[in-house]
């Protein structure tokens, strides 16, 4: 995929307004021309405008809804459209769903505003995960599954129950809570 120009037009959807604000500025420092939208409703608007974007970064969970839709009318709509896609409950699942979708990258919650214009840009991050050679924990593999099922229910949380067997409430609160982080081998 091409590098973006860093003074292409980027659209910065998210609905933490402090983490908008605070990111979008940073982004904006470093060149980039920032808008914001801070639902799934203000992005599509902002998207539909007649100048197609350059690059843009979406909350993966806004308020409920999937941001998923949006990444494939964004690279539909300009295919070199540079997309990052941001989560706090990153999954196989969905950072697969995502790249066949047209993401150009998946990133996990926090990050800071270097490694997402490095992201944009299409630099290679500096320090790259290093993944674990054991197996996953049983927390993890838990984790993962009920993200593979929540994607493919939509990220209906309730339809994603019926399907897991599971007490909605139940399924709230493994989502709320994030799995052991996968440690790199010999630590």
Not at 143 to 149: A, L, N, S, T
Request: glycine share 6%; with cysteine; net charge neutral.
């Amino acid at each position: 995929m091409k590098e973006v120009d860093a003074n292409g037009r980027l659209l910065f959807v998210e609905d933490d307004p402090v983490f908008l604000r605070v990111m979008s500025r940073a982004l904006a420092a470093r060149g980039f021309a920032v808008e914001t939208a801070a639902s799934l409703a203000d992005a599509i608007r902002c998207a539909e405008r007649a100048d197609p974007l350059d690059c843009a970064v979406l909350d993966l969970n806004l308020a409920g809804e999937s941001s998923l839709p949006l990444v494939a009318s964004l690279h539909a709509a300009k295919p070199d459209c540079r997309i990052v896609v941001l989560t706090g409950y990153a999954s196989i699942a969905t950072a697969v769903k995502a790249i066949k979708l047209g993401a150009a990258e998946y990133l996990a919650k926090p990050v800071d505003a270097d490694a997402l214009a490095r992201a944009l840009l299409g630099i290679a991050p500096e320090d790259p995960i290093a993944l674990s050679e054991g197996p996953l924990t049983v927390s993890q593999v838990e984790w993962e599954h009920i993200q593979r099922v929540l994607a493919e229910n939509d990220g209906n949380i309730s339809g994603t129950a019926r399907a897991l067997r599971m007490h909605r409430r139940t399924l709230q609160r493994k989502l709320a809570k994030r799995p052991d982080p996968v440690r790199p081998a010999g630590s």
